[in-house]
């Protein structure tokens, strides 16, 4: 659809877009605001270019999209404790979320959607790519569909299937973020569909990935995971992807509810620094 209050610049045949033209600063603009969340349902994640927010004015435009939400393993800002620092310093070489996943899916009502606002970024890497799990599901087969609808995943914090080790060994290597409570990390644990219903579209998509589901409910994780596994891989397609580019000023915004992601960690001896908050906790159905 065309936009009037700002301009879109798609970044690929399937999900994310540029934005460009907007200001976040505008409180009183509602057709703005409806157009945003229009183009988020259009684009899945788009990156809005050209602001200077502060937290404060961070927090004041995510709340158009919804409740802001708490993290459970960072510790947020004084003034606004759902806001987390997300930082990796020149001198370290883990990074934050490096790794296929949707946002907090082990909780009760993981957030609808995430916001990434860009301070400090690289001249080159530390991109973003973000996966389309809407497109992903209506590509598999109708047998597919069919054995997978109506499954029902347990999510967990723990991280056991992660590249990095468990929560607590990865987060251990990240030295300069506020990490907290990785060591109850498996405590945190949910039952969501891994497919799910847009509750705005109505249209299904893959609510699973390799990193955060555990099992399949009733079964074994070795049981579960070539299926999860299977999965996993089909999302992570590159037709069904996109690769979001940052610099100072840009707040890129994406749908947890039809989307996953992964922070590219191939910036070693640059720092990079991001204010995170999600918003609209929501219990997938």
């Not at 347990?154 to 929560?167: E, N, P, T, W, Y």
Request: hydrophobic share 35%.
């Amino acid at each position: 659809m065309s936009y009037t209050t700002f301009e879109a610049r798609p970044l690929s045949g399937y999900i994310g877009a540029y934005i460009t033209g907007a200001n976040l600063k505008d409180e009183h603009n509602a057709r703005m605001w409806d157009e945003l969340n229009q183009a988020i349902l259009e684009y899945k994640v788009i990156a809005i270019r050209g602001q200077r927010l502060s937290p404060g004015e961070h927090m004041a435009a995510v709340k158009h999209f919804g409740a802001p939400c708490f993290y459970p393993f960072a510790k947020g800002l004084a003034d606004f404790p759902q806001m987390t620092p997300i930082i990796k310093e020149s001198h370290e070489r883990e990074a934050f979320g490096n790794d296929w996943h949707s946002d907090t899916p082990y909780l009760a009502e993981p957030p609808a959607y995430t916001t990434l606002y860009a301070i400090d970024t690289p001249l080159r890497g530390g991109d973003t790519l973000y996966c389309n799990t809407q497109a992903a599901y209506e590509e598999l087969s109708p047998g597919a569909k069919k054995l997978i609808n109506g499954v029902i995943g347990v999510f967990s914090a723990g991280l056991k299937h992660g590249r990095g080790g468990d929560r607590a060994a990865h987060f251990s290597k990240i030295t300069t973020m506020p990490v907290t409570n990785s060591e109850h990390a498996d405590r945190y644990e949910s039952k969501h569909p891994i497919v799910r219903t847009h509750p705005q579209t109505g249209k299904k998509a893959l609510y699973v990935s390799a990193l955060h589901t555990l099992r399949l409910d009733e079964m074994t994780e070795r049981e579960s995971r070539p299926l999860i596994n299977m999965l996993n891989d089909h999302q992570i397609t590159p037709e069904f992807c996109c690769r979001v580019q940052w610099e100072p000023g840009q707040l890129t915004i994406w749908d947890n509810r039809c989307t996953m992601h992964h922070a590219v960690n191939d910036y070693h001896g640059n720092r990079r620094e991001m204010l995170r908050l999600t918003a609209r906790p929501e219990k997938p159905t």
